[in-house]
């Protein structure tokens, strides 16, 4: 009994040895790709929900995030950066406008020939449209993640105390510029709207898109925004200041004090990406009666709406490194990741058979009403414009900086416009 006791007790360590030795194969077996997204107060519950998901899933490629960086600006200038300095993550989540910057430089690797391994993408859920977000140059230099449009967001509760029903909202832009003057008459610290310019040019580009304007010719050689689509929606912006009591919450990317007014119920209405739904509901709680709806149409025509959002793309260069970056990636732009990025902000679904089919999300839309705004636009949604160049982030800022002089009432619309497009226009290509 004590030798088949001693020899059960060996074998017993021999098996408890061989277990604690499992996980460190499983680990040398495991490639870990480092990932990098921005954004955190919108991206962070859904990109730690995706990785979990993908963790469970994967049992040779495991992912995990790096250095988050607070706007798709912050997020280009590190990737640019370390693709100089070294310390490149194996996978961006970067804006849709700067992909083509990050495929001119090569950055960004060619999905190409990973989707030609995959057969058929259609039956993956990539159609022509959504892979058209990240093709650039001949180069599929990333894959849709998130795409997004502007919308209306209501203070039920303001927009009542001043005798407008928020199901019957303005649609015209020149009654809501009316209405925000009446709720801001309430004094007490109420606002009426505000109409979220700073940051970068996506705002912008939906007036200028609105009004059927364009950025720059069509063979990319000159500015085409200097023109009366462009000073009108300039002369737009500066009636929101002007007529509409629209306050100057700051110029700066990641300024959120229209944010905080809104979720404190000192703020009628605001007008930003609907990416943020999930985050302004819980700002709002039980304050008051939140709303949303789609964007004021400018012309009813002629009009269309930015594509805001988030392109992933492969920044490893090993090759065994970007196979198993690819997997993630795959998962990310999946139907499953689509809806899992969806849920957990607002952002429109980047995957056909997560818009097609109602076992993803329909359930979700049914129930969440808040997020269902932007669905009703998606048919207005044109490409957020990339500039050409190596200037093109230095143009974005410019752009920026002259809005500001209209927020501060420092400068007319029309000489906004005229400094607008001397400054961009030195900064593009000639050829």
């Given amino acids: 009994m004590s030798n088949l006791h001693n020899r059960r007790s060996a074998l017993g360590l021999m098996a408890g040895a061989a277990t604690l030795a499992m996980p460190h194969v499983a680990r040398a077996q495991t490639i870990e790709v480092v990932a990098h997204y921005s954004m955190p107060p919108i991206f962070k519950e859904a990109q730690e929900t995706l990785a979990e998901a993908f963790n469970k899933k994967s049992d040779k490629v495991k992912v995990t995030y790096v250095n988050p960086t607070p706007t798709y600006e912050d997020g280009a200038q590190l990737i640019l950066r370390q693709a100089t300095t070294g310390g490149l993550p194996d996978v961006s989540f970067q804006g849709l406008n700067r992909l083509r910057l990050f495929s001119e430089r090569g950055i960004a690797a060619n999905l190409k020939p990973f989707l030609e391994r995959e057969g058929d993408v259609k039956k993956l859920g990539y159609s022509d449209p959504l892979l058209g977000l990240g093709f650039h140059g001949g180069v599929q230099c990333g894959l849709a993640f998130a795409t997004s449009n502007p919308i209306s967001y209501l203070n039920a509760d303001l927009l009542k105390r001043v005798g407008q029903n ?17 709720i801001n008459a309430l004094g007490d610290g109420n606002e009426g709207m505000f109409f979220r310019w700073p940051g970068d040019d996506w705002m912008f580009s939906a007036l200028l898109y609105g009004h059927g304007g364009r950025m720059l010719t069509v063979d990319e050689t000159k500015v085409a925004f200097d ?16 007529e509409g009591k629209m306050p100057n919450f700051g110029a700066s990317a990641t300024a959120t004090a229209d944010l905080q007014a809104f979720g404190a119920g000192k703020l009628g209405t605001m007008f930003r990406t609907t990416a943020q739904v999930r985050q302004v509901s819980g700002m709002v ?90 669905t009703r636009q998606v048919h207005l949604m044109i ?11 230095r143009v974005t800022q410019i ?25 961009v226009g030195r900064l593009i290509p000639r050829a």
């Fill in 383 to 393: 490409p957020w414009y990339a500039f050409p160049g190596q200037n093109s982030v």
């Fill in 285 to 374: 709680g039980r304050n008051f009666e939140l709303k949303t709806t789609t964007l004021p149409v400018i012309d009813p025509v002629k009009g269309r709406l930015p594509t805001g959002g988030a392109g992933v793309m492969l920044t490893a260069k090993d090759p065994a490194r970007q196979a198993a970056a690819w997997e993630f990636m795959k998962f990310a732009s999946s139907a499953e990741g689509t809806s899992i990025m969806a849920r957990n902000t607002g952002y429109v679904p980047c995957n056909q058979l997560a818009i097609d089919d109602p076992g993803y999300l329909g359930e979700f839309y049914r129930a969440n009403p808040l997020f269902q705004a932007a």
């Fill in 227 to 242: 023109g009366p689509e462009g000073l009108a929606a300039l002369k737009l912006l500066d009636r929101m200041v002007k």
């Fill in 166 to 182: 928020a199901a019957e909202f303005p649609t015209n832009w020149d009654d809501v510029i009316k209405l925000s003057a009446r």
């Fill in 399 to 423: 752009m920026v900086d002259n809005l500001a002089r209209i927020a501060e009432q420092k400068a007319s619309p029309e000489e906004v416009l005229r400094d607008m497009a001397r400054e």
